[in-house]
Structures are given as structure tokens and as C-alpha cells.
């Protein structure tokens, strides 16, 4: 079994779990171990930052990110105007205020991480989910639909996720729909293993036990106690998701396959045009690369520091 595959199940295993001590339930536990994380709270600030300039940015930007400033900035002479007064952060390739487009294209760049997240986190809940159900209780037809499922799963889930969206973006086509499609595709499998290995741990537990000695229908059980109650680990993978998302949005733009209104400003298609100048405006290319990182690794703090407080074998 793969890295990706023992880490998944790993996860859908721990709401599951219940603390032994004080008779805290393991989300008070987890609740409280979130808050007195530093890894949460960086991560936590950054995402804030990120999610407020995206919803503000088109309104405090000084200028319009698509109006060219003409007559200073010379490509035949290697002319480029770096940062001052009038623009913070410099001029692009064609004369555009990159502090301006960096704080429009965050909302671009949000939008697509949001949308193929959510994409994602809809498909695979469903196929995770109807998959779960049917091996816990659906009796032996239950585990052959569990089975031809899974191994399909397994088999998308061996594939890169990048490789995978990438294939996809090129079936279908140059366009940010296709980015956000792309994306959101590669990351079903996860959602949907994770899902179902979360419904199986909790099929176990003392309630369903009880549920089903008082006689109550394995439709009820399913949808009014198992699925709710499996949706921790998932909602925790969907703050990981979108770091992976906004990657990889990033990295299809860079390849070509993004947004091909190249006069919209978008992080990742921001960082393919200062590409053929970074040997003489290296900072064109910085400020995106940097946007884009320094978002991703917010994500990545939170969605790690919430794994861990959920994991008891993981907590200090």
C-alpha cells in the first residue's frame, strides 16, 4: 500500500478515536490543542491576510491592473521600472502596476482553489460515501460495489495528482473552467478514500451498535449518524486541498493551459509572463511566486496543525 493511501486512512481513522482521560470527547480535546498551536495561528493569520485582500483587492488597488503606464518600459533595451513611489512594486512586461494586479489576482487565484476544492470535496464525498455505506452495510452485493469502486479509486490515486490534471487540462482545452475541473478532478480519489475510511471506523462504533439492536433502518443509520459524523477527517483534508489546489492552478497557468486572457490578472499566469525577462526584472516573477507560496503554506499550516490536534499519538 502506497505512502498517499496509508496516510489517508490514517486520517479516517481518527475521529473514531475517543480520548480516555477526563471524559473529553477527542474534538473538545482537538479544539483545545488547535488553539495553543503556533502552527495553527501563523497559518490561521496568513489565510485571513489572503482571504481579506482577495474580497477587498479590486477596491484598494491604486490602479487599473490592466492600464498600461506607455513609454517606460522598453523590452528591445531592457528597459523595466522597478518599485517607487507611484508603484509599489514595479511595472510588468507591458507597462501594468504589478502591486495592482497582485491584489486582483488574488481573488482570481482564491476563486479557482475554492471552486476545484469544492468539486473535489462534492465527488468523492459521494463516491466515498455511497462506497462506505455499501461495504458497511449492504451485505455482500454491498462489498462487491465496494470493491470494483476502490480498486478504480486506488488505481486514479497511484497517478500524480499534477500528472492527472494536467492530462485532463489538455483533453479539454485552454480555459480557467478547465483549470478549476482539472484540479478538482485530481483530488476525488482522495476525498472519496478518505470518506469511505472514515464511514467504516465509525460503522464500528457503539452507537451504530445501538441503532441497529433497536432496529432502526440502515438508510437512517447511514445518513442521520455515520456520514455526519465521518466528515472530520475530510473537512480537515479540504484545508490541505486547497494549498495542492492553488499549486497546481498555478503550475497548469505556467504550462499554458490556464486562463487565456493573458490581460487578467491571475498569480500563476502572472509568473508565465515574467518568465522570458527574469534575467533582467527578476522581481516580476518574484512577487507571484511569493504570493502563491507564502498562501499555499498557510493552508498547509492549518490543515497540518489540525491533523495533529486530532491525532492523539501525534500531540505533545
Known sequence: MSTKTTKIDRLAELTAQRESTAGASLW????????SSKMALIGGVIIAVFIVLAIIGPWIAPHNPIQQWRGEVFLNQNIFVGSRS?????????????????LVGARQTLLVGIVATLLGFTAGALIGGLSGAALAFGGKIGRRIDT?????????????????????????????????IAVGVAQIPIFARLLRGSMLAQSNSDYVLAARSL????????????????????????TLALATAIIEAAALSYLGLGNPDAAQPEWGVMLVQAQPYFDHAPMMALYPALGIIITALGFTLLGEAMREALDPKLRS
Do not use: C, K, Y
Open 215 to 238: 432496529g432502526v433502518r440502515r438508510r437512517r443509520i447511514v445518513t442521520a449518524h455515520v456520514l455526519p459524523n465521518s466528515l472530520g477527517p475530510v473537512i480537515v483534508q479540504s
Open 86 to 102: 507611484e508603484n509599489w512594486l514595479g511595472l510588468d512586461h507591458l507597462g501594468r502596476d504589478q502591486f495592482s494586479r497582485m
Open 28 to 35: 473538545t480535546e482537538a479544539l483545545r490543542r488547535l488553539r
Open 148 to 180: 470494483v469502486v476502490m480498486r478504480f479509486i486506488d488505481m486514479v490515486l497511484a497517478l500524480p495528482s499534477l500528472l492527472l490534471a494536467v492530462s485532463i487540462a489538455a483533453i479539454l482545452g485552454q480555459s480557467l473552467t478547465t483549470v478549476m
